[in-house]
Nanobody
Framework: QVQLVESGGGLVQPGGSLRLSCAAS????????MGWFRRAPGKQRDWVAD???????NYADSVKGRFTISRDNAKNTVYLQMNSLKPDDTAVYYC?????????WGQGTQVTVSS
């Protein structure tokens, strides 16, 4: 059974940093691109960043230069380092494979940026 478990969220002041982690089942991790997504209050879930198995990355314009996605294939984990956080980054953050598989969505991790 596939599991994706996100962690690392919390409350942070504007300008602060957080690092999110997503632990994935070994059966899906090594051969899949992985992505981070977020759902802000009252909005749809949006793509944030993704990383291929060979570590090529892509970012949404809204986070480019502030967020960094990485992966540790030995640990079956993908990370999202978030710096210079803004209130607009407040959302529940999720990870998934790319292409997205609906059955893989986890509970997500809440990130709140507020003073």
């Amino acid at each position: 059974q596939v599991q994706l478990v996100e962690s690392g969220g919390g409350l942070v002041q504007p300008g602060g940093s957080l690092r999110l982690s997503c632990a994935a089942s070994g059966s899906i991790f090594s051969r899949n691109a992985m992505g981070w997504f977020r759902r802000a209050p009252g909005k749809q879930r949006d793509w944030v960043a993704d990383i291929t198995p060979d570590a090529k990355t892509n970012y949404a314009d809204s986070v480019k230069g502030r967020f960094t996605i990485s992966r540790d294939n030995a640990k079956n984990t993908v990370y999202l380092q978030m710096n210079s956080l803004k209130p607009d980054d407040t959302a529940v953050y999720y990870c998934n494979t790319l292409p997205v598989r609906g059955g893989y969505w986890g509970q997500g991790t809440q990130v709140t940026v507020s003073s």
